[in-house]
């Protein structure tokens, strides 16, 4: 038995917008709270490391050339891996934004689950987004293994937003 995937784009509901624009929102000021300890920690280190050196009896502990140094390569690290990580992650998300689309793809159920533990029903799909979603009990008794079931989700992060 051979599905194709079918994949096509709708405009983003209001409600799913505001979703993505709070979580973009959430996630840039934890970008500045960890690049705001990176830099402090980008000058604390090589000041903790001086009273090391000065504990040992080094000779120019607090050498300035050193200090500089020291903080600038740390804060040249600390730029490169935040800047990075958002070029990865939270730029999808503004990208997700300023298109205003999701994508609604065409997924077919390959098997069925039931979680006791937590008790939620689940369908493992053959999407390449996403494995499984979590459904309802009653479409989990309504649908069966081989159905096809549409997801949405975002366009560029791929941020699951539900079935139907």
């Excluded at 502990?61 to 020291?70: C, I, L, Q």
């Excluded at 081989?146 to 975002?154: A, F, P, Q, S």
């Amino acid at each position: 038995m051979s599905f194709e995937l079918q994949r096509y784009y709708e405009p983003l509901e209001t409600s799913e917008l505001n979703f993505l624009e709070k979580k973009e929102s959430k996630e840039r000021s934890q970008y500045y709270k960890v690049y705001q300890l990176l830099m402090f920690l980008s000058f604390i280190i090589p000041f903790a490391g001086a009273w090391y050196r000065a504990a040992d009896n080094m000779p120019n502990a607090f050498s300035k050339s050193k200090f500089f140094f020291t903080a600038g390569i740390l804060l040249s690290i600390s730029t490169f891996a935040t800047y990075l990580t958002y070029r990865i992650n939270l730029r999808k998300v503004q990208l997700d934004i300023r298109d205003k689309t999701k994508t609604i793809e065409v997924s077919h159920i390959t098997r069925k689950l039931y979680v006791a533990a937590n008790d939620t029903w689940h369908f493992y799909i053959d999407s390449l987004v996403k494995m499984s979603i979590e459904v309802s009990s009653a479409d989990y008794d309504r649908m069966d293994e081989g159905d096809e079931v549409c997801i949405e989700y975002t366009t560029h992060a791929k941020e699951y937003l539900g079935y139907f």
